[in-house]
């Protein structure tokens, strides 16, 4: 009699898929075909090799399917099956779910016609095929259980890809905006004061108030826990350069999926850049007069009375720093809470 078995290769976090399809061809196929499927407790016995019943399966199968997600494409078992059963000229039918389009099958699984798990004409064609090898007619699918535990893994998948790389976003940006909002801080209190100011982290997800001198920025920067050599306002530049370089780069690392609002708020920092293009290459200007006129103009601007034309430009350059950092202060906040509330 012939040996009528099905072999679907799977790694074992998606052993509930692999079971739900064995269970639905042998239902449908009125169990005239085995199905192997190595997480399954029939598959193989309390006792038994587990390798060698593996590769008895393999030799015995007529058509092989092969489970294939973002993560068991990775993994070096899934490959070696497939080719095995491709090595002994039988039908492999890579089976994509998760995300996994059979477009993005990386060789060799790209070579061969695949389909999509969770649509009803590919697991229909997929009958058809189990069928015209065992020379049968092919069933309808019947019931749609299979579909509802594919749903339900992905989207259990998806989340747990997402807080995975929402941790990661996290971990890259986490020192760039502690070291900004210490920036910040700097713009607004004496250093001695800032010491014993709230922390970065309370800065920036309670938007506490400043109190704003311009004196400040013109102070050694505080930044961290340690004094920086640069004045408050070269910090902050420095803090924005890399914060918008980390910015690009997660924006363009393809090895994670960005949420749309959270793209939304990495984009807008590109237009804060901007102002501090005009600030900055400004108070570096009047610092390189030296410390008197630094204390002219800061007595200037902290009095009451009317500017002169003569000082209204570097008024300007300094209040566009004051409105630029008020900005990324609104921003490191809004980063925070898109996080939390994705995470949420």
Known sequence: MENKLVFISHITTEAEIARELKELIERQFLNTIEVFASSHEQSIEFGMDWFAAIKQSIQNAKVLIVLCSPISVTRTWIPFEAGAGWGRDIRVIPLCHSGLKPSQLPTP???????????????????QTIAKAFNCSAPSIGDTKLFE????????TKMSALIKDIHF???????????????????????????MRLTVA??????IQLNWKPRWIFNT????KR???????EATNEAIDEVLDNVKFLLNYRQIEIPKSLVDQFEKIFQFDESANIWYPSLKYLVSYGEESIALAIHLLESSGEISDQNMLVYQHIESYHQNILAFQDWIARIYEEMSNILA
């Not at 535990?149 to 259990?156: A, L, N, Q, S």
């Not at 210490?182 to 004061?193: A, T």
């Open 149 to 156: 535990i594919v749903r339900r893994f992905e989207k259990t």
């Open 221 to 224: 920067a505080f930044v961290g």
């Open 109 to 127: 699984l790209a070579s061969l016609q695949g389909g999509m798990l969770n649509n009803q004409n590919d697991i229909q064609k997929t009958f």
């Open 169 to 195: 976003i996290e971990s890259v940006l986490r020192p760039n905006l502690e070291r900004l909002s210490s920036c910040i801080l700097s713009s607004y209190y004496d250093m001695n004061d800032l010491q």
């Open 202 to 207: 309370t800065f920036a997800t309670e938007r």
């Open 227 to 233: 004094i920086d050599n640069s004045l408050v306002f």
